[in-house]
């Protein structure tokens, strides 16, 4: 069993790998001009803790303000820190997800041979539903109850 999740493993990194090296050739190819390398720090909002296992997800974004096919995804260590280095110069769209805090995703000019973006994540808000009953719609619900009950 051993040996065959050391397979599994090393078949993974192999594609997680190979799936880099296609999104960096990508990268590669729009622009061959000056790169960057990007540091992240990803920390809560309402007290600066860092973030770990947050999705930093990387988009580039063409001339036109649209998002380009493909994308790149990074994981915050227990720091809150991931970082990448060779991204073009130009739009990058930046998205972090992670579990109990709501998505956060802004647009970023890189233009620096070395940048730091701090991204702080906010806890959900509330939620309202149109099927929960308000105010006058409560009202009128016990209003038709006693009719229901004499039929």
Known sequence: MDDMKKRVWVLSAAVILLG???IGLAWAQDDDGPMSDLRFVVVRDYNGKPVRNAA???HPVNKNGK???GGLELKTNGEGRTNIDGIPYG???VQVLAPG???FGEDYQI???EMEITVKLKRPGGQYSVYENHG???KADEKKAP???RQ
């Open 91 to 93: 739009p990058l769209r």
């Open 136 to 138: 006058d719609a409560k």
């Open 147 to 149: 009719e229901q009950k």
């Open 20 to 22: 880099f090296g296609m």
């Open 101 to 103: 805090y709501q998505t």
């Open 56 to 58: 930093v997800v990387l």
């Open 67 to 69: 998002q380009s096919r």
């Open 111 to 113: 233009n620096k041979a």
